[in-house]
């Protein structure tokens, strides 16, 4: 009785701790809607993972550290790698003529320039370090854009700096060999090195980036040089034919070479925040294109002449060929150090990049917030550069012991990439619609053809790339499937997520000759 007198029964008093709950549950959903609504400029703090406190810091979001000149020398950097000395080759194999060869890396940059401009689009309205990971989560949620951040995090940004290291390692074994592990230990000392100056600062990366891009496209013009005016030359006129006509799957096959050449130019979009000039990277993408379609056709203008199309196709070191053919030896040497220069450059640039996707993923997925984190000071995410470096020494170490494996999961990014590039190009129309009034500081020329001949291209070099890439693409539908895992471990739903790893690392096995053997025997 006295009991009572002192307050209503259990059965009467009001469910505290589910009120409770409900109200920290619908805090922290307004609280994300009002995190992608918000301007980059205003977002909120960290969105914590359920269970912790919310941050009450300053908000970690990147500032405006970059100038336009910072953004062209970062693009440039990254697209221009040892791809330049080595793909033109396939390029030639794939293609029926020297005409149908320049017409093939033409054609390469202005669907680049047509891609860009819808990146343009999107970065202008939507200046996010997330940066096409953003896109994807604006237009069709956080599930489908947490799977592609996993996929940037796994294998396409952390795959593509270690095929960069091993690359970076062959030619400087040929300088200076550090024994039978060498391109394994300077393909991890490069990484480290560049994740070390990244934790600097973005003033160091970029400085950093700015000579290495320097150098590379000097590089680049004394191969032009030596290909037009020191190698007698040794091809027949342009437009001779020197080979069967091409057919369609061989032009396809080589166009997926030509545009895997250019790739690297949508990363742009995890700067957009940090450019000083509202309209800056803009000019940043038309510019850094602009100057690689025309190195790239200078390049492949000068091979020709200085090789011919026959011998260019067959080549396996074209830059070293035409270069000994210039000034013997000494040119093989020069041109090594021309290639470690490039791939260090590549390394640096995407290093810059990737680690804002990481960012991105921490600051929005629920259990990867201690990604989230950026030093304002040092103008770095700090964790997120940190991961990524973990990941690429331990795709190093899987590097060093299966090449053929590493291989099978660099083949992996050309169809993933690809499909995510196909659902960028239609998340123009869908943002078009869904915020017709949303200020948009740039708007895509010649709306929607333009957008659809992005689209268009993407769906058909998707398909290029998965007759091309066959076990490539089962080790990418696995890295996925395991993606769904961390994704449902998020959303409290341990027995999926512990299904999906599961069925992933099997999946994943059957793309990896070495690993089926290890796991079966």
């Given at each position: 009785?006295?009991?009572?007198?002192?307050?209503?029964?259990?059965?009467?008093?009001?469910?505290?701790?589910?009120?409770?709950?409900?109200?920290?549950?619908?805090?922290?959903?307004?609280?994300?809607?009002?995190?992608f609504?918000?301007p980059?400029?205003t977002?909120?703090?960290?969105?914590?993972?359920?269970?912790?406190?919310?941050?009450?810091?300053?908000?970690?979001?990147?500032?405006?550290?970059?100038?336009?000149?910072?953004?062209?020398?970062?693009?440039?950097?990254?697209?221009?790698?040892?791809?330049?000395f080595?793909?033109?080759a396939?390029?030639?194999?794939?293609?029926?003529?020297?005409?149908?060869?320049?017409?093939?890396?033409l054609a390469?940059?202005?669907?680049?320039?047509?891609?860009?401009?819808?990146?343009?689009?999107?970065a202008?309205?939507?200046p996010n370090?997330?940066?096409?990971?953003?896109?994807?989560?604006?237009?069709?949620?956080?599930?489908?854009?947490f799977?592609?951040a996993?996929?940037?995090?796994?294998?396409?940004?952390?795959?593509?700096?270690?095929?960069l290291?091993?690359?970076?390692?062959?030619?400087?074994?040929r300088?200076?060999?550090?024994?039978?592990?060498?391109?394994?230990?300077?393909?991890?000392?490069s990484?480290?090195?560049?994740?070390?100056?990244?934790?600097f600062?973005?003033?160091?990366?970029?400085?950093?980036?700015?000579?290495?891009?320097?150098?590379?496209?000097?590089?680049?013009?004394?191969?032009?040089?030596?290909?037009f005016?020191?190698?007698?030359a040794?091809?027949?006129?342009?437009?001779?034919?020197?080979?069967?006509p091409?057919?369609?799957?061989?032009?396809?096959?080589?166009?997926?070479?030509?545009?895997?050449?250019?790739?690297?130019?949508?990363?742009?979009?995890?700067?957009?925040?940090?450019i000083?000039?509202?309209?800056g990277?803009?000019?940043a993408?038309?510019?850094?294109?602009?100057?690689?379609?025309?190195?790239y056709?200078?390049f492949?203008l000068?091979?020709?002449?200085?090789?011919?199309?026959?011998?260019?196709?067959?080549?396996?070191?074209?830059?070293?060929?035409?270069?000994?053919?210039?000034?013997?030896?000494?040119?093989?040497?020069?041109?090594?150090?021309?290639?470690?220069?490039?791939?260090?450059?590549?390394?640096?640039?995407?290093?810059?990049?990737g680690?804002?996707?990481?960012?991105?993923l921490?600051r929005d997925?629920?259990?990867?917030g201690?990604?989230?984190?950026?030093?304002?000071?040092?103008?770095?995410?700090?964790?997120?550069?940190?991961?990524?470096?973990?990941?690429?020494?331990?795709?190093v170490?899987?590097?060093?012991?299966?090449?053929?494996?590493?291989?099978?999961?660099?083949?992996?990014?050309?169809?993933?990439?690809?499909?995510?590039?196909?659902?960028i190009?239609?998340?123009?129309?869908?943002l078009?619609?869904?915020?017709?009034a949303?200020?948009?500081?740039f708007?895509?020329?010649?709306y929607?053809?333009?957008?659809?001949?992005?689209?268009?291209?993407?769906?058909?070099?998707?398909?290029a790339?998965?007759?091309?890439?066959?076990?490539?693409?089962?080790?990418?539908?696995?890295?996925?499937?395991?993606?769904?895992?961390?994704?449902?471990w998020?959303?409290?739903?341990?027995r999926?997520?512990?299904?999906?790893?599961?069925?992933?690392?099997?999946?994943?096995?059957?793309?990896?000759p070495?690993?089926?053997?290890?796991?079966?025997?």
């Amino acid at each position: 009785m006295a009991l009572h007198a002192q307050g209503p029964s259990v059965a009467e008093r009001p469910p505290r701790f589910g009120v409770l709950a409900e109200r920290k549950t619908r805090a922290r959903r307004d609280e994300i809607e009002a995190f992608f609504a918000a301007p980059v400029d205003t977002m909120p703090p960290t969105i914590a993972s359920p269970g912790a406190s919310v941050s009450r810091a300053p908000p970690t979001t990147p500032a405006a550290t970059l100038t336009t000149r910072d953004a062209i020398g970062i693009i440039v950097g990254i697209v221009i790698g040892a791809g330049v000395f080595t793909l033109p080759a396939f390029v030639a194999r794939s293609a029926g003529g020297e005409a149908l060869v320049l017409g093939l890396w033409l054609a390469g940059g202005l669907l680049s320039v047509v891609g860009a401009l819808c990146y343009a689009e999107l970065a202008t309205t939507y200046p996010n370090a997330g940066g096409d990971y953003f896109f994807v989560q604006r237009a069709y949620g956080p599930n489908v854009a947490f799977i592609y951040a996993w996929a940037r995090v796994a294998v396409i940004t952390t795959g593509s700096i270690t095929f960069l290291g091993f690359t970076f390692g062959d030619y400087m074994s040929r300088l200076l060999p550090l024994g039978a592990a060498s391109s394994g230990l300077y393909a991890a000392l490069s990484i480290a090195a560049f994740t070390l100056v990244n934790l600097f600062g973005i003033r160091e990366a970029k400085n950093a980036q700015n000579l290495l891009t320097s150098l590379e496209v000097l590089g680049v013009l004394a191969v032009i040089v030596a290909g037009f005016w020191f190698v007698p030359a040794a091809a027949p006129a342009l437009g001779e034919p020197s080979s069967a006509p091409a057919g369609t799957n061989a032009i396809g096959l080589a166009m997926v070479f030509v545009l895997f050449a250019y790739g690297g130019w949508s990363e742009a979009a995890y700067i957009s925040a940090e450019i000083k000039a509202p309209r800056g990277i803009l000019s940043a993408l038309l510019t850094a294109l602009t100057v690689i379609t025309a190195l790239y056709l200078l390049f492949n203008l000068a091979c020709i002449r200085g090789l011919s199309l026959p011998v260019m196709a067959n080549s396996t070191t074209l830059a070293a060929d035409l270069l000994e053919r210039a000034w013997g030896t000494p040119g093989v040497v020069l041109v090594s150090a021309i290639v470690a220069v490039s791939t260090l450059s590549s390394i640096n640039a995407t290093v810059i990049v990737g680690a804002r996707s990481n960012f991105a993923l921490g600051r929005d997925a629920p259990g990867f917030g201690w990604l989230g984190r950026w030093d304002r000071a040092k103008g770095t995410p700090t964790t997120g550069l940190i991961l990524q470096g973990v990941v690429s020494l331990a795709l190093v170490a899987l590097g060093s012991a299966t090449r053929q494996g590493l291989q099978t999961m660099i083949d992996f990014t050309a169809p993933v990439f690809w499909f995510f590039f196909l659902l960028i190009g239609v998340s123009v129309f869908i943002l078009r619609i869904r915020e017709p009034a949303r200020k948009r500081p740039f708007r895509v020329p010649l709306y929607p053809i333009t957008p659809l001949v992005f689209c268009v291209t993407s769906a058909y070099l998707l398909y290029a790339s998965l007759t091309y890439v066959k076990t490539g693409a089962i080790v990418g539908v696995g890295v996925i499937v395991f993606g769904l895992g961390p994704l449902a471990w998020g959303r409290r739903r341990k027995r999926l997520a512990l299904l999906c790893a599961l069925l992933g690392l099997a999946v994943i096995a059957l793309g990896f000759p070495e690993l089926r053997s290890l796991l079966w025997g």
